[in-house]
């Protein structure tokens, strides 16, 4: 069983920067893949952000590539976001998910792919 616990989420004005984090239990974390996915009001879950297993590889969504960067720590059982030039559409609440199936995996933005998520935290961007 894994548990993810996500913090950092809060509100802030437009052009301000948030830095999520994602604490994960598990003994073999640093095999799973980890994704940071957002869902808003009346809208589906959509990935944002992807990181393999030992970080070698990323994914961006294209409406925040080059304002967001994900990446791990391995020692901490930690995944991060780092959110920079914040919008208003970036309000959403923000999960972060695990791929935890056998052997070292690559970054994924199939939501399908994940078989845990966090709680969610909200993310909220004022103009």
Do not use: H
């Amino acid at each position: 069983q894994v548990q993810l616990v996500e913090s950092g989420g809060g509100l802030v004005q437009a052009g301000g920067s948030l830095r999520l984090s994602c604490a994960a239990s598990g003994r073999t974390f640093r095999s799973y893949a980890m994704g940071w996915f957002r869902q808003a009001p009346g809208k589906e879950r959509e990935c944002v952000a992807a990181i393999s297993w030992n970080g070698g590889i990323t994914y961006y969504a294209d409406s925040v590539k080059g304002r967001f960067t994900i990446s791990r720590d391995n020692a901490k059982n930690t995944v991060y976001l780092q959110m920079n030039s914040l919008k208003p559409e970036d309000t959403a609440e923000y999960y972060c998910a695990a791929d935890s199936a056998p052997g070292n995996k690559v970054a994924t933005i199939d939501r399908d792919e994940y078989d845990y998520w966090g709680q969610g935290t909200q993310v909220t961007v004022s103009s």
